[in-house]
């Protein structure tokens, strides 16, 4: 068995910035990246690089503090969207600027991680190329396999029958073939990836029937990536720290505008320029779609509020008119959810029967983690999803006495919406269910991790051995991806502020499982439209998410330099946080 300091699993961006801090600051270390991929990207992986992907970002606000996306080297212009190649790309440099590409072990799909009673863990994996068992003992572990590993497919009735490709947006790819030989295509889903399908397919010229499941979640909200009548970056409205006062947020205290938060959110005239803000800002997204200038195109507009929704909001980042492929019947818009399959025929609740050559379902990710973890029962120590029993953490007493200490302090929280009212969840949605599902995810517990990273139980406090990155959704991923890399070395060498001590108080361990129960139940009541029930899922809240980590390791979360007006309205970007690293290395110098 081969001993290891330090192994990340997942070399996405979330997985290289942790590989890459740790080989940073402790160089002595030994370090290794398990990736089941035979490149490095995790989503931008080349193996899932569909004809046509981009980022919804645009030059600027994807690529880490300390590497930025150079123009001249990697061919993107300022205002340009970037290709999934580029990304790719871009992270393949990564790895090798800061010496940890050759630390990856690529084509190795880890299956368990065992926990040691002294602390550190047995990691099995199979090596997929040599066709082998391999064994690692890890001093500590790093879970960087994020929500988009584990593709969640349905099982149709009668899919034995259809005859023609069926398959998951994740592996477009594999089906490239079909943008030359299709005829008529149908696609399942309202996702961004359902709208880039869709997209690939109908600027062929190919008939795409577009199935939105009428018990769903509806559309996502797409926006143009300048909004309002000022024509804003979106990317930077979500980065101005005045504009993050409009959303209410638990962790929201961390920016230090303690009194400005607690009017906009605890005094009713706070709360109608809150709601004013969220209504302007919808309103005028759905405006320039001009969603009701067409019946096939009203079919688009989102069934969600825009102050209830997260991740879930996307960029139209599309070299031509999306919504005039609509218009003129190249894309028809069907609200319906799918019956049944026959062949080469696709059964809809209306009743209508679809022709096609192929299925792609765009229907979302397992949120459980891709590794099993043992001993058995741990799981809940971790605070990743599990299912539910009676000892369960959090206790019922403690997940009431939260939400109602949420819902007092935000009350425009207790104003649920209703985004479908026939909503049912997939699984149950006739008589789909998941494949491969041993539970089914609709009834298993959230994560419920200590500032998005770390384990709640005391347990992990005395082994401080495993942390998880990137499990959360947001499109602020490279500069959360850096903060959270040297959180985690933190965290690793306790030097965390506020963390209780290996051998804790109950006070400490009431504060501290108080706070990882806070937040997770927060996403649920503020972005019941995206996946906060689930996982942290957020857009607004993010430039107050990296001034908590940085409050945390005693490091300024003012990062502007130009006094109280700059600082609250100049866009925070990956520029701000370059100098982390090292303002890091100098603090452990002065302490």
């Known amino acids: 068995m081969e001993n290891i300091d330090f192994v990340v699993i997942g070399a996405g961006w979330a997985g290289l910035a942790a590989a890459k801090a740790r080989h940073q600051l402790h160089p002595e270390e030994s370090v290794a990246i398990l990736d089941s991929a035979?490149?490095?990207?995790?989503t931008w992986a080349a193996h899932r690089l569909y004809p046509g992907l981009k980022s919804?970002?645009?030059?600027?606000?994807?690529?880490?503090?300390?590497?930025p996306m150079d123009p001249e080297v990697f061919g993107v212009q300022p205002g340009q969207h970037i290709p999934g190649t580029v990304v790719n790309k871009y992270l393949t440099k990564y790895a090798e600027k800061f010496d940890i590409h050759d630390k990856i072990r690529f084509e190795h799909k880890v299956e368990s991680a065992e926990h040691q009673e002294l602390g550190g863990w047995i990691i099995t994996a199979h090596d997929l190329k040599a066709d082998k068992g391999v064994k690692i003992a890890a001093k500590k572990l790093v879970m960087a396999t994020g929500l988009t590993s584990e593709a969640f497919l349905p099982t149709f009735e009668g899919e034995e029958k259809f005859g023609a490709p069926l398959f998951h947006g994740k592996d477009f790819l594999n089906h490239a073939e079909t943008l030359e030989t299709a005829k008529s295509v149908t696609v399942f889903g309202g996702t961004k990836t359902a709208w880039d399908l869709v997209y690939q397919y109908a600027t062929k010229g190919i008939e795409v029937n577009w199935v939105i499941r009428e018990t769903g979640h509806g559309p996502v909200w797409m926006a143009p990536p300048y909004v309002t009548p000022l024509k804003k970056w979106l990317e930077k409205l979500a980065h101005t720290r005045m504009l993050t006062w409009f959303s209410p947020c638990s962790w929201g205290d961390a920016d230090g505008y303690v009194s400005t938060r607690s009017w906009y959110h605890g005094s009713a005239i706070g709360r109608a320029f809150v709601n004013q803000f969220w209504n302007i800002l919808g309103s005028d997204v759905i405006a320039l779609n001009q969603y009701d200038a067409h019946p096939e195109t009203a079919k688009l507009k989102p069934w969600s509020q825009a102050f209830f929704v997260a991740s879930s909001l996307s960029i139209l980042n599309y070299q031509t008119d999306f919504f005039e492929l609509v218009k003129n019947g190249t894309?028809?818009?069907?609200?319906?959810?799918?019956?049944?399959?026959s062949e080469r025929k696709v059964h809809l609740s209306d009743g209508t029967v679809l022709?096609?050559?192929?299925?792609c379902c765009s229907t979302g990710w397992?949120?459980?983690?891709?590794?099993?973890?043992?001993?058995?029962g741990?799981?809940?120590?971790?605070?990743?999803?599990?299912?539910?029993?009676?000892?369960?953490?959090?206790?019922?007493?403690?997940?009431?006495?939260?939400?109602?200490?949420?819902?007092?302090?935000?009350?425009?929280?207790?104003?649920?919406?209703?985004?479908?009212?026939?909503y049912e969840p997939l699984l149950d949605n006739k008589g789909v269910s998941s494949k491969d599902a041993i539970t089914p995810s609709t009834s298993l517990t959230p994560y419920t991790l200590y500032h998005f990273i770390a384990p709640p139980s005391t347990k992990f406090l005395a082994t401080r051995d495993i942390a998880f990155a990137g499990t959360l959704m947001n499109f602020t991923v490279s500069m959360i991806a850096h903060a959270q890399s040297l959180w985690i070395n933190a965290y690793f060498d306790d030097k965390i502020a506020g963390l209780p001590s290996a051998t804790p108080s109950p006070e400490e361990v009431s504060k501290f499982q108080h706070e990882a129960v806070l937040h997770s139940r927060f996403c649920k009541w503020r972005y019941p439209a995206g996946y906060g029930h689930k996982y942290p899922d957020f857009v607004f809240d993010a430039v107050p998410y990296l001034d908590l980590l940085l409050t945390d390791m005693g490091l300024n979360k003012y990062r502007k330099g130009g006094g109280m007006a700059a600082e609250a309205t100049d866009p925070y970007g990956p520029e701000d946080y370059r100098g982390l690293v090292d303002e890091w290395k100098e603090k452990q110098k002065t302490a």
């Open 366 to 376: 397992k949120h459980v983690p891709a590794i099993k973890f043992l001993p058995e």
């Open 38 to 42: 035979a490149t490095v990207g995790g």
């Open 331 to 341: 894309v028809k818009v069907h609200i319906a959810d799918i019956n049944g399959l």
């Open 378 to 422: 741990i799981a809940e120590d971790l605070g990743v999803p599990h299912a539910p029993s009676a000892t369960s953490f959090p206790p019922q007493e403690l997940v009431d006495k939260i939400d109602k200490e949420i819902l007092d302090r935000f009350p425009r929280l207790k104003d649920q919406p209703v985004q479908n009212a026939k």
């Open 355 to 359: 022709e096609t050559d192929l299925l």
């Open 56 to 67: 919804n970002n645009m030059l600027g606000t994807y690529e880490y503090p300390d590497f």
